[in-house]
């Protein structure tokens, strides 16, 4: 078999000590597979950015070990892209250059890396925008950059934090639909932390359920709904049912919304 | 029309301004030694203008000097600063001190030390013009965002990249707001170092027409020392709307916004 694109073994974190002793996360088993869509969802503060950040390598863990394909890790591993909740854009750079940064920093200059930006700009609705600056971009839009900019040096793993969480209603439904089909068509596999349910259970192909305080892993929901989902689909039954089943959960560990 | 108008304010101040000084003179009967009229120091700077322009020269190359040598050791103090926590704690401190201690008092020793020509001028000038500098360059660079430098981190950024891409872009904004203080505090630190110890310039003038009572000619090194200091500074102003245009541009979005 395999190695998991993810492994946590055990991995528990916390913060400060004695007093001011915080266990963000206890005793994280868990095994996200190749191409896998698992999303994590919590209250805030239960941790779920932590976890991501483990996987990241931006934090390590107090015990236990994060292995990304089957590689104990100790800092960021090459194969990852991160989407953080803002663009976090450079201003000064132009849109391609912003998502070019990413070769920039990594030392990567072939130039069918710098033909691919135009390709995933593309991908993301963005063509035609190269050259403008972030600012002149809608929040939706900088985001959008932000994704290619993750996916520019081809990464196995994609991190997102709480990606779509400071965009309106509308845009974010749309955003969950792109990001769906970005997913498929580049099959990477996404570990994708949020606090709405909903979102959740549309795109994730599993459902990781945390604890506030200390985090544990409560429960993995399992989503058994064809792809690619959009709006129509989520009419089944199935998609309520596993919504109410990630709710029941949040409830029990005493998550109000 | 916009333009116009905000010219037409502070052009209206000092005509107020000036007309006020007639009014103060003429009615109260204040003699010319204790406040001359305007058109008394008009004609002063006219008849005196290569002399002025002489001396003006020479405080201004020392107002540079000294504020170049700030900009030159205040950056990379500051990316010194930030880039080791040992040498923040050694030098913060000390750095503190010397700013709270009345520069001032320091000049004569400086003049004691290395005499009467352009070093110690520049030196004095050094001192009093490169705190701002380091403070806000300080300020700036610790001013990224939690998550941007995350961003760099996981592209595996070394610590030159994390300084040359992100931080110092990021902190110009804050090192242009310290250049304005710093070039205004160089025209004083010029004036002081000329007090000191110097046979030419705004200072030596100033020192000089208050021995012989000659308030006229202090009041045109007066004007001229604003016009040295009003013209740095929106020098350094115009340098930071060439160099970092996306900064305005947010600032206006910003406030278009919150509006």
Known sequence: MAAAAISLKGASKTFGSDRNRVDALVDIDLDVGQAEFLAVVGASGCGKSTLLRLVAGLLAPTRGEVLIGGRRIDGPDPGIGIVFQTPVLLPWRTVRRNVELQLDIRGISTPSARQHVDELLNLVGLSGFGDRKPYELSGGMQQRVSICRALIHDPSLLLMDEPFGALDALTREQMNLELQRIWMETRKTVLFITHSITEAVMLGDRVVVITPRPGRIMEIVPVRLPRPRDFSALRVPEFHIACDRVRELMNAAGFTE | ?259
């Open chain 2, 1 to 259: 029309m916009q333009r116009l108008s905000g010219l037409a304010y502070p052009l209206a101040a000092v005509v107020g301004a000036v007309v006020l000084w007639y009014a103060i003179v003429i009615v109260f009967h204040v003699p010319k030694y204790i406040l001359p009229l305007p058109g008394a120091v008009y004609q002063r700077i006219v008849e005196d203008w290569t002399f002025l322009m002489y001396h003006s020269g020479i405080t201004l190359y020392e107002t540079l000097g000294g504020f170049a040598l700030s900009v030159i050791l205040g950056i990379p103090i500051a990316i010194a600063l930030v880039a080791s926590r040992t040498l923040d704690r050694a030098l913060m401190p000390w750095l503190i001190l010397s700013q709270t201690f009345p520069k001032v008092a320091l000049a004569p020793l400086i003049v004691v030390w290395f005499g009467l020509g352009l070093m110690p001028k520049l030196l004095i000038t050094f001192l009093v013009a490169f705190f701002p500098i380091v403070i806000s360059t300080v300020v700036g660079l610790r001013s990224a965002e939690r998550e941007m430098l995350e961003l760099a981190e996981s592209m595996r950024a070394t610590r030159l990249q994390m300084f040359w891409h992100f931080r110092i872009p990021l902190a110009l904004p804050n090192i242009f707001a310290g250049l304005k203080v710093s070039v205004a505090f160089a025209v004083v630190g010029a004036v002081i170092a000329e007090w000191v110890g110097a046979s030419a310039g705004l200072g030596y003038l100033l020192m000089r027409a208050n021995a012989n009572l000659d308030t006229t000619l202090l009041f045109a090194v007066l004007a001229a020392l604003m016009v040295i200091g009003v013209v740095l500074y929106y020098a350094v102003e115009i340098l930071e709307r060439v160099s970092i245009p996306w900064h305005a541009v947010i600032r206006l979005a910003d406030t278009a916004t919150t509006a």
